[in-house]
């Protein structure tokens, strides 16, 4: 098909707008895109649609999400409301492994039930990609079927999903004080059971104080390699002790968080090619005030992805929408900087060629909005403007 009379965000530079353009669609994949009166003969007898001036972007990515958990923590909220930081929270048995209990009592359908309508206001907003990450089990049996569950969803829903297995999350408690054991007794041998089941297409880990160092993410990450499998991390979101460095040393996709990174891990991460994550949801909800290097990031030219961070503690967000605005509004982010954060560098970030653009050969997935200039997705503040979305070029 041809979608007719629309302004395009191609994203393939800044906005890279398009007025009067027109986009033609064959097997899922942009077979065109430019101004409609140069679309080729070719496609002239597709049958067509007059998108009346809407705007066109690719489909929205969330690049890191922990979609499929058990429970929830409002309790949490409320102690933190009360005064409680996020880390006495967590050195309390609160914070993520407070969720560990009710997911390890989560058959794989009930944590597809309880993830549907998580996903379900996704998909509503425009996302066509969707990361999700295990780490609420925290034992072999658990954090599989948080992956089973990560794969269903893509089974019954018209979305893309990846899974990042993050089996190095926290320490539960029949590992208190032992980080080491659990890192080389549940965490490294579950992963390669979910890698021969076909269930990980990342690794991840939670490099901080209140989880573990950079020598027990570095034994995490020998495993993923020896795997085959790319690297994410969360580092530097509570304070700074080296999870940077590591990951842009060991090349990882994505270094998500980084409120404390400095001068030098923006530029390791430079050099390293690796996508900084920026997550405003816990930055909110946790009522932080270190912000994320944003002036370093573009200085040393750190593409920056935006991501919801979708958790039951830090980020019950599932707007993608709101995200971005929290970007521009919390951290001073540009709204062209929101969208190639929520398209292009968030397909870098998942490592996927041919997503989160609009040119020929790239995948047709695809979201148009109702409205006139792509400022308006990051101004808005609890607004959905989505029109219709396409997903491999269907509607």
Known sequence: MVLRNTTIATMTADYGLLSDG????????????????????????????????????PGLIDCHTHLVFGGDRAQEFEMRLNGASYEEVARAGGGIVSTVKATRQASVENLVAQALPRLDAMIAEGITTVEIKSGYGLNE???????????????????????????????????????????????????????????????????????????????????ATALGLPLKLHAEQLSNIGGTQLAAARGAMSVDHIEYANNDDCAALAKSGTVAVILPGAF?????????????????NVPMAVATDCNPGSSPMTSLLL??????????????????????????????????????????????????????????????SLHKRYFGGVA
Not at 168 to 174: I, M, T
Not at 200 to 220: K, M
Not at 288 to 298: F, G, H, V, Y
């Open 284 to 300: 909110y909800t946790l009522r932080e005030t270190q912000a994320p290097p944003i002036d370093a990031l573009r200085t040393h």
């Open 22 to 57: 027109a986009i033609a669609i064959q097997d899922g994949e942009i077979a065109w895109c430019g101004p409609e009166a140069d679309l080729p003969g070719q496609f002239a007898d597709l049958p067509s649609e007059d998108l009346a001036g809407r705007l066109v972007t």
């Open 141 to 223: 049996e658990a954090e599989l079927n948080m992956l089973r569950a990560a794969r269903k969803l893509a089974s019954i829903r018209p979305v893309r999903i990846l899974t990042s297995y993050l089996g190095a999350h926290a320490v539960p408690k029949e590992y208190q004080n032992r980080p080491d054991a659990y890192i080389d007794e549940v965490c490294i041998p579950t992963l390669h059971k979910a890698h021969a089941e076909g269930l990980v297409d990342a690794v991840d880990g939670f490099c901080e104080g209140i989880a573990f160092d950079t020598a027990q993410i570095a034994r995490v990450f020998d495993a």
């Open 323 to 384: 995200a971005m605005n929290m970007a521009c509004t919390l951290f001073r982010m540009t709204p062209q900087e929101a969208l190639a954060g929520a398209t292009r560098h968030a397909a870098q970030a998942l490592g996927q060629d041919g997503l989160g653009i609009i040119q020929q050969g790239a995948t047709a997935d695809l979201a148009v909005w109702n409205v006139s200039h792509p400022a308006e997705l990051s101004y808005r503040i609890g607004f959905n």
